[in-house]
């Protein structure tokens, strides 16, 4: 039952823009830190979850909701959707962009691991419209890629790069973590070093959550493994902070860099706190400030669709005055900041009215500045981002 | 209800003997509740008890019990607390009943509170059946226990009860010793109205509930009823017994324990161990009450936001109505504004107390360091109580300065001898005595100054005997000592929230100890923080905590929203637990954590 309830406020304008999340729930196999929707060794249901996929692309679209909105980005994520065949992945996409209504050059991402594409795979995506490959690469170094369970050598990361640029990509964005156990400083540079020598045009550069129940967890716990402390971790960042300016990698976001023009659309909107619709097993829409997830299990995920069962698992709306404080923590993730103005719009509400003393405060104190009409982080507070956003939120 | 059917009667024991869980087969047995209804220790109704897995307060509820004779029994059972913090709670439970089962874990045996509460059971003269509880345990020794309870205790091995309150074997026989051996109440129904306040409580529909133990006389709806201790009278709405819930009865006479409503809003009009009369035909005299108790433990209590002071007001009030053990005065603290300085039975009753007002009453506290009343006699020839480190009076002033010593009775196997000895001799110990109650066990008696129990004696008592030694105490008198206070100062700001009484010779250890658990539990911040004990101008010891370098999560796209903005939201009401003292969040359990030892 596709969520015809949700009324669609009309006359926001900044609200007609949209984005699309697909979700493929599937990998080769589970990495030790992961707590993503994403199952191991159930690829038999790979047909049916593209059934199902379809077939809720289908009833979205043909909500009013869908209808009034024009959707500039599409990005298929994981999991690790390049295990699947390229027929279907090329399938999904071209539904998709038939489904809704897109504009001119939305940006098209997949997600993708090494050792789970091809050259033709690629290229075939690419003759879909996928303008834009996120690699999941995490380190180059084998020792480390090993202890975090990833089924893929240095080597093989290297090679992924290269067969996407020769498949036509032109817009290239890896991830790698930082602060794993066992890591030193000199290997983070060493990853970060061979990460720009392939001169990507967007890196994401996470520190390693570690997540309760995952087997990562129950090492650390057990003593088998040990995280660097907070003190190696902030070196960890100043050098990448210093490194990547150095390699015209301009950090936009607090875990994303990228070069002029390159940054993620997709997730800008994420970090604007817009609409989106997400679609798949345990994906998560946001559609005028109503916050859906899907059930993540792949097949009551399938088995709902299928029976024309709601496929939501949870329902999260916020009044507005949380939406509001939301959006200004999420806004603050980006370098830029937020801009006031389109702020107190959307919300009705005055920045400086409904956080009074607190804004005084964390401005007095140089960790928070507003110039141009944007407020945002100072670079001094980049680092302890939250103990900021803990007392806006 | 004829008055010889009534039965009123307390489970005591020492901790974790099965007191409430004997209680719970009880109810069973009598059809008060349904399977459904069922959770284990079910009168442990407060979370913290749940949490815990520790009965705080007496609990009361009336079971009909039809006996063997045919005849249909009222019992008012009581479960009553086993820590030795709640001792309190036990004689006043007592002062309800006629009888009282007496548990022994079967592989235990006789402990510490075992004879402290059977002594507090001989007090008030009350019939006692020994129960030997736990006979399912494979380490269950029913025999030697039986033979303890003739030859320690001095009770007659006759009416000894074995049971499991885990399986319910033996419980049917429980019940009809209960009859049998123990005394209905005395009391006449037909003289002027006696009765006893045992316990309160605050309900904001109802008011004050009181709970009480008719002695004699009758009492019902619409009569109007007098507090004897300060004349104040109220017309009674309703009188009922306890069952799960309030079951509201005509009357209550002499014999019955059960609860009065009268639309009692201000809470201070009630005081329990006050007697209730009636005001057109009012007693000569009231009970005799409850004995003053002493408190131990002396600390303040400051709401976080200074705003809700009288909140905090108005929140004690309401407790000490429940908690007649808990003393107050209003306190002022330079670095906390206004809160009240209190008086504890015991540390596990202070943090009771503290998590009780933080989750009944919303309010989140600070509670000074913990401290116990010392003697100054000063050289103008008078002598000054001080429990609160902010009066020590001027060093120079002082001629002589004693603190309180207590005798602590402890029980444990032989083997764990060493060990308890030496931590006897850590904590100023002396003249201590031991003897053997039985083979492989040892009764040890120890003079020990009271400051050096206060915290957690009991936990370190546990932990190097491996939960079998057990613990009571109780106050001598005052000795010599020779005290100096130390303060801390954070980033240069003297914290007198944090300033404590110590032993001199043991100063310098203690300063070093208190920097480094603060180290410990202040988190890092933006900026360095030093902090430093003093004593008089001199600094004693040091340690700074580094500045905060990073507090940032890496990840946040569409899926994670609402949990990232949870995980800040948490952050927040965190911070919102913290004092700032200065410039520095000092979280709540640092306050506590200076007198903790190292050694856990
Ligand atoms: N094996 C066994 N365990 C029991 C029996 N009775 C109680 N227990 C267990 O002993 C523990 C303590 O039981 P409680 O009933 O909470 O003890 P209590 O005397 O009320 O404890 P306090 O209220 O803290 O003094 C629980 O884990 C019970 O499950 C019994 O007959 N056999
Ligand atoms: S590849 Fe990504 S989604 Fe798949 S198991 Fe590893 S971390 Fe999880
Ligand atoms: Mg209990």
Not at chain 1, 225 to 237: I, K, N, R, Y
Not at chain 2, 181 to 201: E, R, S, T, V
Not at chain 2, 238 to 247: A, I, N, S, T
Request: charged share 25%; glycine share 6%; aromatic share 8%.
């Amino acid at each position: 039952m596709p969520p015809s309830f949700i009324k669609d406020p009309a006359g926001n304008a900044g609200d007609k823009k949209a984005t699309i999340y697909l979700h493929i729930p599937f990998c080769k196999s589970k990495c030790h830190y992961c707590s993503f929707n994403s199952y191991a060794g159930r690829t038999n249901e790979i047909g049916d979850y593209f059934k199902a996929l379809n077939s809720q692309m289908r009833d979205m679209a043909a909500q009013p909701w869908s209808q009034n909105r024009s959707f500039f980005s599409l990005y298929i994520g994981g999991g690790t959707p390049t295990i699947c065949d390229s027929a279907l992945l090329a399938d999904l996409i071209k539904n998709c962009l038939r489904l809704f209504h897109f504009t001119d050059h939305p940006e098209i991402t997949v997600e993708t691991n090494p050792n789970t594409i091809s050259t033709e795979k690629l290229y075939s995506l690419v003759q879909t419209g996928a303008n834009r490959l996120s690699i999941g690469v995490q380190s180059f170094s084998n020792s480390l890629l090993l202890s975090l369970g990833r089924s893929h050598t240095a080597d093989e990361a290297k090679h992924a790069f290269t067969m996407a640029r020769q498949a036509g990509f032109t817009n290239i964005s890896m991830d790698l973590m930082y602060g794993l156990p066992g890591q030193t400083l000199q290997e983070w540079r060493h990853s970060l070093e061979i990460a720009t020598s392939l001169d990507p045009e967007h890196l994401s550069l996470y520190e390693l959550m570690v997540e309760e129940g995952t087997p990562m967890a129950a090492k650390i716990k057990g003593g088998g493994a040990f995280l660097p402390g907070e003190d190696d971790v902030a070196d960890m960042e100043e050098l990448t902070a210093s490194l990547l300016a150095a390699k015209g990698l301009k950090r936009y976001e607090i875990s994303n860099f990228a070069k002029p023009v390159f940054t993620s659309q997709h997730n800008i909107h994420y970090w604007q706190n817009l609409s989106w619709i997400g679609m798949g097993a345990g994906a998560t829409g946001s559609l005028s400030g109503i916050r859906m997830t899907n059930v993540p299990d792949p097949a009551t995920y399938i088995e709902n669709i299928r029976n024309k069962q709601n496929p939501y698992s949870e329902m999260e709306c916020l009044c507005r005055q949380s939406r509001f404080r939301e959006t200004v923590i999420m806004g603050l993730r980006m370098i830029e900041g937020i801009r006031i103005d389109d702020l107190e719009k959307r919300f009705a509400m005055g920045l400086e009215a409904y956080y009074g003393d607190t804004l005084k405060e964390l401005t007095e104190q140089k960790l928070l500045e507003i110039s141009n009409g944007f407020l945002r982080l100072t670079a001094a507070a980049l680092t302890v981002a939250n103990q900021v956003l803990a007392r806006l939120v | 209800m004829p008055q010889d059917t009534i039965r009123n009667f307390s489970i005591i024991a020492h901790i974790d003997h099965g007191k409430s869980t004997l209680s719970d087969r009880l109810i069973q047995k009598c059809g008060m509740v349904t399977d459904r209804q069922f959770k284990d220790q079910l009168l442990d109704s407060m979370d913290i008890e749940r949490e815990r897995g520790i009965t705080i307060k007496s609990q009361t509820i009336c079971l009909p019990y039809k006996a063997k004779d045919g005849k249909l029994y009222s019992l008012n059972l009581v479960d009553t607390p086993g820590h030795v913090d709640f001792s309190y709670e036990v004689s006043r439970a007592l002062s309800s009943c006629e009888g009282a089962l007496l548990l022994i874990d079967a592989a235990q045996g006789v402990e510490a509170q075992t004879l402290a509460n059977l002594y507090l059971a001989m007090d008030y003269d009350l019939e006692i059946i020994p129960v030997i509880n736990k006979i399912d345990l494979p380490s269950a020794d029913p025999e030697s226990v039986a033979m303890q309870i003739e030859e320690d205790l001095g009770l007659e091995a006759e009416h000894i009860q074995l049971c499991s309150a885990k399986t319910g074997e033996g419980v049917d026989d429980i019940l009809e010793a209960i009859v049998k051996y123990l005394p209905p109440p005395k009391g006449d129904a037909d003289a002027p109205l006696q009765a006893l306040i045992f316990d309160a409580n605050y309900d904001s529909f109802r008011g004050t509930i009181i709970s009480c133990r008719i002695i004699n006389g009758r009492i019902k709806a619409g009569d109007t009823m007098l507090f004897m201790a300060n004349k104040i009278s109220y017309k009674v709405d309703e009188v009922g017994l306890f069952g799960l819930v309030r079951q509201p009865r005509k009357e209550l006479r002499a014999g019955e324990v059960g609860y009065i409503l009268a639309g009692i809003k201000t809470v201070t009009d009630t005081k329990p161990g006050d007697t209730i009369t009636l005001k057109d035909a009012p007693a000569s005299e009231p009970l005799p009450g409850f004995k003053e108790i002493q408190q131990v433990v002396f600390s303040s209590i400051y709401p976080i936001s200074t705003d809700e002071y009288e909140n905090l007001a108005s929140a004690m009030e309401k407790l000490t109505l429940n908690d007649a053990s808990l003393t107050y005065q209003k306190d002022s603290s330079t670095a906390l504004g206004f809160g009240f300085r209190c008086g504890f039975l015991g540390l596990l009753h202070l943090e009771v107390i503290q998590e009780r007002l933080e989750r009944e009453f919303d309010i989140p506290l600070i509670l000074t360091v913990p401290s116990v009343c010392y003697h100054f006699h000063l050289e103008d020839g008078t002598m000054k109580e001080i429990d609160n480190p902010a009066y020590f009076p001027d060093p120079s002033t002082i001629s002589r300065t004693e603190e309180p010593f207590i005798k602590a009775t402890i029980h444990i196997p032989e083997r764990y001898m060493g060990s308890v000895m030496t931590l006897c001799m850590e904590r100023r110990g002396e003249n201590t005595h031991y003897h053997y109650p039985m083979p492989g066990r040892i009764e040890f008696t120890c003079e020990v100054p009271l400051a050096e129990v206060i915290y957690d004696f009991y936990d370190r008592l546990k932990s190097i005997t491996q939960g079998y030694g057990s613990f009571d105490y109780k106050l001598i008198d005052y000795r010599k000592s020779d005290l100096v206070k130390l303060d801390i100062l954070v980033n240069g700001e003297r914290v007198d929230a944090l300033s404590q009484l110590v032993y001199r010779a043991n100063a310098r250890q203690r300063g070093l100890h208190a920097c480094e658990r603060l180290k410990e539990e202040i988190p890092r911040q933006m900026f360095k923080i030093a902090i430093q004990g003093a004593i008089g101008g001199t600094i004693i010891s040091r340690t700074t905590i580094a500045a905060l370098r990073k507090d940032v999560t890496a990840k946040c796209y569409g899926g994670d929203i609402s949990r990232k903005r949870k995980l800040l939201e948490k952050q927040k009401a965190g911070k919102k637990r913290m004092k700032t003292v200065g410039n520095v969040d000092i979280p709540q359990k640092a306050f506590l954590a200076v007198l903790k030892s190292e050694e856990r």
